[in-house]
């Protein structure tokens, strides 16, 4: 896999006064990480845009500061403007190529499962993500799960199905479930009796038992006053 570089230089501007940095195609960002003193930097807008595209956060990249010794870091928060999109700030992470960190990957389907050529099926998502622990060197970018055996219903794929590096330790359970088909529930309509007819059956059931009662005696009246 191609490697991934950047250059960036220290930068002096800082708060508010990055807008001016934006105008002149310049983006800060900022590298930090453990043991590692945190420094404000800046870069080259598009040629930052080209690695965020490409990189994403779990491709490690080479950025080389000024004349300094050239870093390993990944990309690990991006700032963008909620209406252009624009990039407005980015933190690098550095680490050692020599020491294990622990990463989410994202898991990726491919191909298209058999199970699926028939109505009335859907695909299950149990985890989007998987939790693992290994040498930057060989941080995957993403983790591909073929689906393409999935061909009876209910038939799933698990943790402990998924084949990776053996340096690669994953922090999932192994009966986690990963993917399966199964089929689309569909409820039982239960037919209800209309509401106005519901009222004229009470309306009509009322008036024969009115019609049933005895009349009322009328009561004398007394003498005229």
């Known amino acids: 896999m191609e490697e991934?570089?950047?250059?960036?230089?220290?930068?002096?501007?800082?708060?508010?006064k990055t807008r001016f940095l934006r105008r002149q195609g310049l983006t800060p960002a900022h590298l930090y990480g453990h043991d590692v003193k945190s420094v404000a930097l800046q870069c080259d807008t598009d040629k930052?845009?080209?690695?965020?595209?490409?990189?994403?956060?779990?491709?490690?990249?080479?950025?080389?500061?000024?004349?300094e010794k050239a870093r390993s870091?990944?990309?690990?928060?991006?700032?963008?403007?909620?209406?252009?999109?624009?990039?407005?700030?980015?933190?690098?992470?550095?680490?050692?190529?020599t020491e294990k960190i622990a990463f989410d990957v994202p898991i990726v389907l491919v191909g298209e499962a058999p199970a699926m050529?028939?109505?009335?099926?859907?695909?299950?998502?149990?985890?989007?993500?998987?939790?693992?622990?290994?040498?930057?060197?060989?941080?995957?970018?993403?983790?591909?799960v073929d689906i393409t055996h999935l061909e009876d219903i209910e038939q799933a794929i698990h943790v402990k199905d998924i084949v990776l590096d053996p340096e690669i330790t994953v922090h999932e359970d192994p009966e986690q479930l990963v993917v399966k088909v199964s089929e689309v529930a569909v409820k039982e309509e239960v037919e209800a009796a209309p509401v106005v007819e519901e009222a004229e059956a009470v309306a009509e059931?009322?008036?024969?038992?009115?019609?049933?009662?005895?009349?009322?005696?009328?009561?004398?009246?007394g003498p005229a006053e």
Do not use: W
Request: glycine share 4%.
């Open 4 to 16: 991934l570089m950047l250059q960036a230089t220290h930068r002096q501007v800082l708060g508010k």
């Open 48 to 67: 930052l845009k080209n690695l965020v595209a490409h990189a994403g956060r779990t491709r490690l990249v080479t950025l080389e500061v000024d004349d």
């Open 73 to 97: 870091v990944f990309v690990r928060e991006i700032q963008r403007d909620a209406i252009s999109q624009e990039l407005l700030h980015v933190d690098f992470y550095q680490v050692k190529r």
């Open 117 to 144: 050529k028939f109505k009335g099926r859907m695909i299950i998502h149990g985890l989007n993500s998987l939790s693992i622990e290994c040498l930057p060197t060989i941080v995957p970018p993403q983790i591909e």
């Open 205 to 221: 059931e009322a008036a024969e038992v009115k019609a049933e009662a005895p009349a009322e005696e009328e009561k004398p009246k």
